[in-house]
């Protein structure tokens, strides 16, 4: 049993880390072949293994510690980084995780694990719990950048809602990760709704308002009330905030 404590502390684990603590590769081929046998733990996916608990029967570690164990540089984002921070208006049956390495969808659970364009390690967050997450501020950026990843605007502004407050710098580092004209404009746009609520500087917006595209463009797929907003050269919804107190009306992008 000493061996299942010490994976309960991993939660889940890889065979490399059952290598490491065994000591031999038949050692760690057997462990893990006996312990599948046993229903001490089960297969995540190819060289991924979660510790099932005794008690309960199921699975120890939580969606964002899994998707976090994927790959060296895995991290959990968009919607998923949301509900990790507790600032998600819905649960999702997907989790969204990104990395450098080619990795497939997979189910698990319940859950259907989802890769993400791989943007680098900026603004990622090391947890002791063992999740590596986006910042909140490149969460809010890359959910701008795919709505579609967000649950479409509506989800995405009741996520800003319930954000405290937001770094105007670290903002524009995550702006400066995906170096589009377009992003800017939809980020300037949309946080600007939340300029007050969130405490972000005018100086974040002005900075915004320099990196533009030269050209007009759509927030999303045109909508009949949609107008045009000259500072951001963008067109979009009137007044954005009224917009999550309409029902019935789908504002998800394409």
């Known amino acids: 049993m000493d061996l299942y404590k010490e994976l309960v502390a991993l939660r889940c684990f890889t065979h490399s880390d059952m290598l490491q603590i065994t000591g031999s590769e038949s050692a760690a081929q057997w462990q893990i072949k006996n312990y599948l046998k046993k229903g001490y733990i089960e297969r995540v996916r190819r060289n991924l293994y979660a510790v099932v608990s005794m008690e309960t029967e199921q699975p120890i570690p939580t969606r964002f510690q899994i998707a976090s164990r994927i790959s060296d540089d895995a991290y959990i984002s968009h919607h998923s980084a949301f509900e990790f921070y507790g600032y998600s208006n819905q649960v999702f049956y997907d989790v969204y995780f990104g990395t450098e390495k080619k990795v497939?969808?997979?189910?698990?659970?319940?859950?259907?694990?989802?890769?993400?364009?791989?943007?680098?390690?900026?603004?990622?967050?090391?947890?002791?719990?063992?999740?590596?997450?986006?910042s909140l501020e490149r969460t809010v950026v890359d959910s701008i950048a795919d709505f579609t990843r967000i649950g479409g605007l509506e989800e995405l502004m009741r996520c800003l809602a319930l954000i405290p407050s937001?770094?105007?710098?670290?903002?524009?580092?995550?702006?400066?990760?995906?170096?589009?004209?377009?992003?800017?404009?939809?980020?300037?746009?949309?946080?600007?709704?939340?300029?007050?609520?969130?405490?972000?500087?005018?100086?974040?917006?002005?900075?915004?308002?320099t990196q533009i595209s030269a050209s007009k463009t759509y927030l999303f797929d045109k909508q009949d009330d949609f107008i045009f907003h000259e500072k951001w050269m963008l067109y979009a919804p009137k007044e954005l905030k009224k917009l999550v107190d309409k029902v019935g009306v789908d504002f998800n992008a394409v």
Not at 113 to 133: A, D, F, S
Not at 176 to 183: F, T, V, W
Request: hydrophobic residues 35%; positive net charge; charged residues 30%.
């Open 166 to 209: 937001l770094d105007g710098k670290k903002l524009l580092e995550a702006l400066e990760i995906y170096g589009r004209g377009q992003l800017y404009q939809k980020a300037g746009y949309i946080l600007e709704a939340y300029k007050d609520d969130m405490s972000l500087s005018d100086a974040f917006f002005k900075k915004c308002a």
């Open 104 to 134: 497939r969808p997979f189910d698990y659970n319940g859950l259907s694990y989802q890769p993400v364009v791989w943007r680098g390690n900026t603004g990622i967050e090391e947890t002791k719990i063992g999740v590596r997450v986006t």
